[in-house]
């Protein structure tokens, strides 16, 4: 592959970084352009063109190409006049297919939740099956940094990169459908089919579906043809899977029904039940997903990750029997909240604190249902976790799962779960200097 004009890498995180660093190893004296539409854009060796100005270096066609970081979302005009000049729009990922996609087998996995731990627990299962596997997308490295030739390469992507995903996976696994980043798409049914364009595509490629996957119409009808679906797990392996679920650090239903699905990936690609089950052992939870800890008198659960309202009824479920308090809410991305307030008292939340924006709604609507569930309306996470200090005596687990992104009062869900953890640590520690692995840790 060589480039024959400047490219406009649009963005300037991780995948932009590992796209700079692509170029300059096959041509080192390429032009590189960077844009960004907010933050700075400190990506070595390259030349700043301002998003205002960007309408002006098409028209001149200062660049013969752009690689757009997934965070952009495709639909932004900019591209459509990108195109219309004749200039072609790509991403990390489609450079990848390009240049290292042949002779390997492709493990693409997404979905609304669960994805980056279904991609985990795949690559670790195949990897103690001795198979020679690699890990990339949203979890492990950016495509482009995934080089090494790895027999396997197991992809955790989300919609924003499966919507233009141009090369085709030998598995594509989708976990569950829900609404989510309707604020990228534009709308919900365009997020439906950014996401499904992973298995709604022609191809000889296989299928593996999630629980909640296979009730799904839509999914029904982009899988196509159903021949393409793998295998059902026997009764033997489902149950040898749930026992070893049952003593691994993998918490809640949800995360039963991620192991079986990448067990049904794992034994579709060549892996062994006995690499299954070390896969599963070998399982520590992704940092800010039901990340636990023991502070002071109280379990306290950064599940930061959680940007759906489903994520955030998967957390609750998964903490049966505990007097909890739940800190939700983020940035506003119209999902609905009705439901989730519904379910409150059966999980146990005797305390709700919520934050701006969505957070208005959740309250509202548990306020609605006049059950005895103390609701505290907090402007921000500090105020969050001083208003839970005075209310110690109402919970034992206290749960960070927003069912919202983090973007109006932080740069991501990171920054958000680690400012939670350090407050806590702050406010509920009752002389402990330092937090201590919480039960089952």
């Not at 636990?292 to 379990?299: A, K, L, S």
Request: aromatic share 6%.
């Amino acid at each position: 592959m060589r480039f024959e004009e400047p490219v406009l890498l649009y963005g300037a995180g991780r995948e932009a970084l590992s796209s700079r660093a692509f170029l300059k190893a096959r041509q080192p004296d390429l032009k590189v352009y960077v844009t960004v539409d907010s933050g700075t854009a400190d990506i070595p060796d390259t030349e700043l063109i301002a998003a205002t100005d960007l309408p002006a270096a098409i028209a001149a066609r200062r660049f013969g190409l752009i690689i757009k970081s997934p965070g952009v979302s495709r639909y932004k005009p900019i591209f459509e006049a990108a195109r219309n000049a004749a200039i072609p729009v790509t991403s990390n990922l489609n450079l990848w297919g390009a240049s290292f996609r042949h002779d390997r087998t492709v493990i693409a996995i997404t979905g609304t939740k669960g994805k980056s731990t279904t991609a985990t627990l795949t690559h670790l299962m195949l990897t103690r099956s001795g198979i020679d596997a690699g890990l990339a997308g949203n979890v492990g490295l950016a495509p482009l940094e995934i080089t090494d030739k790895h027999a396997v390469v197991v992809f955790e992507l989300s919609s924003y990169q499966t919507a233009d995903m141009n090369f085709l996976p030998d598995v594509a696994a989708l976990t569950n459908l829900y609404p989510e980043h309707v604020d990228w798409h534009g709308s919900v049914e365009r997020y439906y089919a950014d996401k499904l364009h992973l298995i709604d595509r022609d191809g000889g490629f296989a299928v593996a579906l999630g629980t909640a996957a296979k009730g799904n119409a839509l999914v029904a009808r982009a899988v196509r043809d159903h021949r393409r679906l793998l295998p059902d797990l026997t009764a033997e392996v489902s149950i040898a899977v749930e026992n070893a679920v049952a003593g691994s650090r993998l918490r809640g239903a949800h995360n039963l029904d991620n192991a079986l699905l990448a067990a049904q990936i794992t034994l579709g690609v060549g892996g062994t039940l006995d690499g299954i089950m070390q896969g599963i052992a070998a399982f520590r939870p992704l940092p800010h997903r039901l990340e636990e800890h023991r502070i002071g008198d109280h379990v306290i659960v950064n599940d930061s990750i959680a940007t759906t309202p489903e994520a955030t009824k998967a957390a609750l479920a998964a903490y049966p029997g505990r007097r909890i308090a739940l800190i939700a809410g983020g940035h506003e991305r119209g999902q609905d909240y009705t439901e989730l307030a519904g379910l409150l008292v059966s999980r146990g939340v005797t305390t709700l604190v919520t934050l701006p924006v969505t957070g208005t709604r959740l309250a509202q609507a548990t306020r609605v249902l006049n059950t005895d569930i103390l609701v505290i309306e907090a402007p921000d996470l500090d105020h969050a976790i001083s208003a839970l200090s005075n209310q110690k005596t109402r919970f034992d687990t206290l749960i960070l799962s927003p069912g919202a992104p983090s973007y109006n009062q932080f740069r991501n869900f990171e920054e958000r779960g680690a400012r939670f953890v350090e407050l806590c640590r702050v406010r509920f520690a009752q002389g402990v200097t330092r937090d201590q692995p919480a039960p089952g840790q």
